[in-house]
């Protein structure tokens, strides 16, 4: 990496006032940037693409995956006739039939016309056992904050004077019929510093929020507050998590109206399931004469355990290639997700009087699977997906107390011609001698010469894996058009546990970004590609990402799409939720943070005389996490510099993800795929 940075100390901000989210002199920056960047596309190509993505992503042989609330299976919906999307339902024997027969809940888009609001359906937390009531999320603009509405789904209709949870940020928890828990922003210096709630109230149905009973409040320096109830009969727990900051947190039990510890390391995950704790370690942990290393997962009877015992059952001890992604409980049995060099592997745990037992579940080779529970109250049923890049989705059904192979009850029909790619994986060497994995996806013999147009993309960031999934308006749009796909499996995720993480946190941070170079490097040495050819992408930390390829490795890349992007390492604390990110960045207020912070904040890095490849950013006004300020002043600040071909669009709905319905969706990914398209060929 470049060792001088001679902007990076300079303390002037000319770009400030792009911060104002709605200002007008903003709004108005902006609409005239979107008319400059639409005018530099050929907007009969870019409608085409547009229109070949949005066939992808409106195909009614998506699979529905459902979700089961009682008797019911649960499913939203997004397509032509739906962009906003409908929430219907039906029956096992139903949805096991080749047309299922969806019964409505709630159209969105009616909802949305009748209200005359924007809505973007966010999710809904049953209430159990009875699931017949239902905490809906809705969000005005896709952003994170939403208001929370009571639905009867059996009525189908909201609950009339029914609890109502208004426009924030907020978590909710069922408690009883007639009383929640809510984490929100009430006034009164309710949210933390990353405006986050930072108290739990218990809300009796008919009174008025602020009435309601403070359970636990935290400190305004921590991320946020948590809740959770477990309603599982005579298991019935209700959970408060006081998360310190986005990798650490101290979990309480509520017992009646006392918080009591449950003495887990703080960097910890855990779940209960009946009588059993599981406790997932993120570092090295020696409770008793045992240690058990970063990335075990461990059970223990959760009442032995708050009683002092400590005789934990290791249910699974990573090794330096295989690691733990995620676990969940059927009725009588954990199911973990496993990888191994980045391929999947899926083992059913099953505790037994003196021991557990594990087996092996059999799945597809060379591609991305991955299981959960269907039900953890009454059933062993499990869910599994297995995709690839070249493999379209197929959807299996199991049985967690069964030896035989689940059973392939969906799979969806290709969207673009795959025979005549093939998917490799090869490791590139990274600066301090780390192999670092990446999967290629190409035409079967591929030439060699240097050639070809390449999109290399990762992420780098809060242990996030990057997998092998089906994408078919990659397929149409990149590969289909002779270019070759690569998504890099860089040190800051999660594909080889939480050192795979941690090794790149603060002033590790060059590390992610010298793998993802290694990578660039190792296309180009093999003669996939060459850096005129070679553009990356990539969003939110992914934008963080290839905005320090921008600044520090602009030789290795003909072209940079970014997305959503952190880039103003400086003043991301003070923006949006930026003072969440401490534990993962540093903090730039502190003297000794902004000494390595610096180094990685492109923002700052932009140099004179330095010839920088032809750059795009992206951005959603409406978003309330990262913010659109970040690519705006990047690319404001390119501009008055006078570097060439920097081009930037802002999209008004859609919070982070960008879009809010399909048709966006697919023109953010078109313009994206257009952009490198024109650079790189």
């Known amino acids: 990496m470049t060792e001088q940075y001679p902007d990076r100390m300079n303390p002037i901000d000319e770009n400030l006032w792009l911060e104002e989210t709605y200002g007008d002199a903003s709004l108005n920056w902006v609409n005239q ?113 939403v208001v929370i509405r009571e639905f009867d789904v059996e009525a189908k209709t909201f609950v009339e004077e029914g609890f109502v949870v208004p426009y924030a940020k907020s978590q909710s928890a069922w408690l009883n019929e007639n009383t929640i828990y809510v984490a929100t922003d009430s006034g009164d210096d309710s949210l933390t510093n990353s405006g986050y709630a930072r108290e739990v109230r218990r809300w009796q149905r008919g009174t008025s929020l602020k009435d309601a009973t403070t359970v636990h409040i935290v400190d305004k320096q921590h991320m946020t507050i948590g809740v959770y109830h477990d309603a599982t009969p005579g298991f019935e727990r209700t959970l408060i998590l006081d998360k310190t900051d986005f990798f650490h947190g101290i979990w309480y039990v509520l017992a009646g109206d006392e918080l009591v510890r449950i003495d887990v390391p703080d960097d910890a995950n855990i779940d209960l399931h009946r009588e059993w704790l599981t406790i997932e370690t993120k570092s090295d942990w020696s409770p008793a004469n045992d240690t058990y290393i970063a990335g075990s997962l461990l059970a223990i009877d959760f009442d032995a355990f708050m009683g002092g015992g400590r005789d934990f059952v290791t249910v699974f001890t990573p090794d330096a290639r295989t690691s733990l992604q995620s676990s969940s409980w059927t009725r009588n049995h954990l199911i973990l997700n496993l990888l191994r060099d980045v391929a999947s592997q899926i083992v059913v745990a099953t505790p037994g009087p003196s021991s557990w037992s594990n087996r092996n579940v059999e799945i597809p080779p060379l591609q991305t699977t991955s299981a959960w529970a269907v039900d953890d109250q009454d059933a062993d049923s499990l869910w599994m997906v297995s995709t690839g890049f070249v493999q379209p989705t197929t959807l299996y059904l199991g049985d967690a107390s069964q030896a035989a192979a689940p059973e392939v009850i969906k799979s969806t029909s290709p969207l673009f011609d795959a025979e005549s790619y093939e998917v490799e994986q090869h490791f590139a060497t990274s600066a301090d001698g780390t192999r670092v994995p990446y999967f ?242």
């Open 33 to 145: 940037q979107n008319e400059r960047t639409l005018a530099d596309f050929d907007l009969a190509a870019l409608d085409a693409a547009q229109a070949n993505i949005l066939e992808v992503y409106d195909s009614t042989d998506r699979i529905a995956m459902p979700a089961k609330h009682g008797d019911w299976y649960y499913n939203f919906w997004k397509d032509a006739e739906h962009p906003r999307g409908i929430w219907r339902r039906t029956t096992l024997e139903s949805y096991l039939s080749a047309d299922p027969a969806w019964e409505l809940v709630l159209d969105i888009d009616a909802l949305g016309q009748a209200e005359d609001k924007q809505w973007v359906f966010q999710g809904a937390e049953f209430l159990q056992p009875e699931n017949r009531l239902a905490l809906l999320r809705l969000s005005p603009d896709g952003g994170d904050a």
């Open 440 to 681: 290629q996806v190409s035409t079967r013999g591929l030439m060699l010469d240097g050639s070809h147009p390449t999109l290399l993309t990762g992420y780098g960031g809060f242990q996030i894996s990057r997998l092998p999934e089906y994408d078919a308006s990659t397929g149409r749009e990149w590969l289909e058009n002779g270019g070759v796909y690569v998504v890099a499996n860089i040190r800051g995720g999660g594909e080889y546990g939480p050192t795979w993480h941690t090794c790149a946190l603060r002033e590790n941070r060059h590390r992610a970004y010298e793998d993802f170079a290694a990578v660039a490097r190792d296309l180009i040495d093999r003669g996939v590609t060459s850096a005129q050819h070679l553009g990356c992408m990539g969003g939110s930390n992914g934008g963080l990402l290839v905005g320090n390829m921008l600044t520090h490795y602009p030789d290795l890349f003909g072209a940079i799409v970014c997305t959503v992007p952190l880039l103003d390492m400086q003043r991301y604390v003070h923006l949006n939720a930026g003072a969440s990110w401490i534990a993962e960045y540093g903090d730039p207020e502190n003297p000794d943070d902004w000494a390595f912070i610096q180094t990685f904040s492109p923002y700052h890095n932009l140099r004179e005389g330095v010839i920088y490849p032809p750059v795009h950013f992206y951005t959603a006004t409406s978003d309330d996490r990262v913010g659109p300020a970040q690519a705006r002043k990047m690319a404001a600040r390119m501009q008055e510099r006078e570097y060439p071909h920097v081009w930037f669009y802002e999209n008004r709905q859609g919070g982070h993800a960008g879009s809010a319905d399909n048709k966006e969706r697919a023109q953010m990914r078109a313009m994206s795929l257009e952009f490198l398209r024109k650079h790189l060929r």
